[in-house]
């Protein structure tokens, strides 16, 4: 009969590995790294109204359970790096923590048109289409083989504690000195409406969470009196 010994610190190394996977996406937070280095030490610098890319693939920890094309979250998960990408290029989020502020995603919408298979490469296209005193809104594309744009997302970047119409006007300065195409001056009307319906839904969940109106105790109304009406806006 044969037996196997492992070493006490082998044993070790292998259940911590184990872990660590079990309990933190390591292959997220690697890429991560990988893609802020390669944006910031070996990428072209680029003024916000450029058109960023990074290239990437659709791999077997990609795919859905029928196992036949890319899972409809990863879409998600593949703008991190890219959103990662284009913010070291044009210096939007170290100017915009320069100043004190701080970026976070506030809603974010794809439309697929035709899904990836596994092992395609496929290149994601970032983009800023508009911006206001509050928020970038951001353009990505998902262009796969041929040039076919197999799904496009729009994603809106809620500004805290800063002017984020101040920090892209000090980029085109510092960048590229006005010799870029002209800034986004009218909100594009496909991201209006989308724009109007976050609205109607922010509204339509304030009016749930509001407080009951109050009204005159019973006990108060003196007889023949009609408790009155009471309308919410």
């Known amino acids: 009969m044969w037996t196997v010994c492992i070493p006490g610190w082998s044993a070790a190394i292998a259940a911590g ?10 292959a997220y937070f690697a890429r991560m790294m990988y893609t802020v280095a390669k944006a910031r030490y070996f990428k072209k610098k680029c003024c916000i ?10 791999l077997l920890t990609d795919i859905d359970t029928l196992l036949y094309h890319m899972n ?3 879409y998600f998960r593949e703008l991190d790096f890219a959103r990662a990408d284009f913010y070291e290029r044009t210096g939007l989020y170290a100017n915009i923590k320069a100043a004190g502020g701080a970026v976070v995603q506030g809603a974010a919408t794809i439309r697929y048109r035709r899904y990836l298979k596994p092992f395609t490469r496929f290149t994601i296209t970032s983009k800023a289409v508009y911006w206001d005193d509050r928020t970038f809104f951001m353009e990505h ?22 002017s984020a119409s101040a920090i ?37 969940l304030r009016a749930v969470n509001a407080p009951l109106p109050t009204i005159p105790s019973p006990s108060n109304i003196g007889c023949g009196e009609v408790i009155p009406t009471v309308t919410t806006e």
């Not at 300065?173 to 319906?197: D, F, M, N, T, Y």
Request: net charge negative; hydrophobic share 40%.
């Open 72 to 74: 409809n979250a990863r």
């Open 168 to 204: 892209a006007e000090l980029l085109l300065q510092l960048h590229c000195a006005g010799s870029c195409r002209p800034a986004p001056g009218k909100i594009p009307p496909e991201l209006e409406l989308w724009v109007q319906s976050n609205e109607l839904s922010s509204a339509k």
């Open 49 to 58: 109204l450029d058109t960023t890319e990074v290239q990437s693939w659709c």
């Open 141 to 162: 594309e998902f262009v796969g083989p041929g040039g076919f744009v197999h799904a496009i997302a729009v994603c809106r970047q809620r500004v805290i504690d800063t």
């Open 17 to 26: 590995a184990i872990l660590l996977y079990g309990t933190l996406d390591v």
